[in-house]
Nanobody, 124 residues
Framework: QVQLVESGGGLVQAGGSLRLSCAAS????????MGWFRQAPGKEREFVAA????????HYAGSVKGRFTISRDNAKNTVYLEMNSLRPEDTAVYYC?????????????????WGQGTQVTVSS
């Protein structure tokens, strides 16, 4: 089993930055890919970014590419999402997710473990 706990959300003005963290415990952290997803009110949960088991490969949704950066520190069992140039449309609950294998996927159903989510609100 894997437990995931997100932190770092909050209220920020448009153009600002936030850094989300997700601390993992349980299964060996370096044995699975990690992803970030988000869900805005009234919308489905959507893929944001993902990273392979060793950080060697990353992938981003088109809406965040160039503004967000995913990274991981396997020594600290933590994955990060650095968010810059935030926009009001980035407002959502952000979830980290643990994959079933070493390599990332954008499919929500391919992730076995989920955190409780952290709210990010971007004001205009």
């Amino acid at each position: 089993q894997v437990q995931l706990v997100e932190s770092g959300g909050g209220l920020v003005q448009a153009g600002g930055s936030l850094r989300l963290s997700c601390a993992a415990s349980g299964r060996t952290f370096s044995s699975y890919a990690m992803g970030w997803f988000r869900q805005a009110p009234g919308k489905e949960r959507e893929f944001v970014a993902a990273i392979s088991w060793n950080g060697g490969s990353t992938h981003y949704a088109g809406s965040v590419k160039g503004r967000f950066t995913i990274s991981r520190d396997n020594a600290k069992n933590t994955v990060y999402l650095e968010m810059n140039s935030l926009r009001p449309e980035d407002t959502a609950v952000y979830y980290c997710a643990g994959g079933r294998g070493y390599y990332y996927t954008t499919r929500l159903t391919s992730y076995a473990y989920w955190g409780q989510g952290t709210q990010v609100t971007v004001s205009s």
